[in-house]
């Protein structure tokens, strides 16, 4: 019996994916770089330090992971503040999962401010019992030490856990950690191989809950 659920956020609770893409596009442009949606998505899933550190090395940038980083968070911020939404039929899946009693958690890439923030504005931080972002860990999925931590959080077995997840790395780490996993199709997060998911499915209001917690 599945006693906890795991969300990846960007991409799955909130439609920021297309943010996050949006925020790195401009940012490489202020160093003359044109880098498209397409590999950018190659990093969806990891960390903004994994990313921006093989970047900086890829187009050979003058400049450090902390400049660029906080370059990006400008932006991205205020993009943020200008338009950010819950993914379809999310909140109502966080309704249903508690009144199931079910734990819940946040297990995202991005940093703790954006996670806060996001969760903040869409009204929907009380609903988790655990939040674990890239500050807490030290390896990037697809290592599954950022579910393992979520799991130990909510003192669960990670057997006993359901991940939902956008990206083919967080899949690979959601399956690594011994867990079951939903992959959420979300052509935001740009083309991804979920196929390591127990099951896919692109709507929230379409699951079958009592089917997929057995």
């Known amino acids: 019996m599945i006693k906890a659920v795991i969300f990846d956020m960007d991409g799955v609770v909130a439609e920021t994916e297309r943010i996050h893409i949006e925020a790195e596009v401009q940012t490489m442009s202020e160093y003359g770089i044109r880098i498209s949606e397409d590999e950018l998505h190659e990093y969806t899933g990891t960390t903004a330090k994994v990313m921006f550190t093989d970047l900086i090395k890829k187009y050979n940038l003058k400049t450090t992971f902390d400049k660029i980083f906080a370059e990006k968070e400008k932006v991205l911020f205020k993009l943020l503040e200008e338009d950010v939404q819950p993914t379809k039929g999310v909140v109502d899946l966080l309704f249903k999962l508690k009144k199931m009693k079910k734990k819940l958690a946040i297990a995202s890439s991005s940093h703790r401010r954006m ?23 030290t390896c990037s999925k697809p290592d599954p030490e950022i579910f393992l931590m979520s799991a130990r959080r909510l003192k669960v077995k990670p057997e006993e856990c359901l991940v939902i997840e956008d990206s083919e790395f967080g899949v690979k780490a959601a399956k690594k950690a011994n867990m079951r996993c939903l992959g959420y199709i979300n052509p935001s997060s740009g083309n991804q191989d979920l196929s390591k998911a127990d099951s896919q499915i692109e709507d929230f209001s379409r699951l079958n809950l009592q089917e997929l917690l057995k």
């Open 115 to 137: 996670i806060e923030y996001v969760l903040k504005k869409l009204e929907i931080a009380d609903f988790f019992d655990s939040v674990v972002g890239a500050e807490d860990i």
